[in-house]
Nanobody, 128 residues
Framework: QVQLVESGGGLVQAGGSLRLSCVGS????????MGWFRQAPGKEREFVAAISWKGSATDYSDSVKGRFTISRDNAKDTMYLRMNSLKPEDTAVYYC?????????????????????WGQGTQVTVSS
């Protein structure tokens, strides 16, 4: 089990940028496939991006592809989400999640049920 803490959320104008961080503790961070999800009010939690154990493979939802970049630094037990060209529809609570026994396949890492550990979330609000 890994404990996860997100930070970096806030209020930004449309077109602006933010970088979210997710710090893991309590286990070997590099043992986990990691993902970012988001949940807007009244909507289901949706997949944003995922990254493999060493960071060699990444994947994004169509809605953020080309604007967001996921990365990780296992030496710092930290995962990042760089968000550029933000839109009002990106407004949501953003969660990081860890999967200790999955495979880097879309049917696995795009499914929130595949992840065992979750952070508390960080709010991102994009004003128009």
């Amino acid at each position: 089990q890994v404990q996860l803490v997100e930070s970096g959320g806030g209020l930004v104008q449309a077109g602006g940028s933010l970088r979210l961080s997710c710090v893991g503790s309590g286990s070997v961070f590099s043992d986990y496939l990691m993902g970012w999800f988001r949940q807007a009010p009244g909507k289901e939690r949706e997949f944003v991006a995922a990254i493999s154990w060493k960071g060699s493979a990444t994947d994004y939802s169509d809605s953020v592809k080309g604007r967001f970049t996921i990365s990780r630094d296992n030496a710092k037990d930290t995962m990042y989400l760089r968000m550029n060209s933000l839109k009002p529809e990106d407004t949501a609570v953003y969660y990081c999640a860890a999967d200790g026994d999955g495979a880097f396949r879309p049917q696995v890492f795009r499914n929130p049920g595949s992840y065992e550990d979750w952070g508390q979330g960080t709010q991102v609000t994009v004003s128009s």
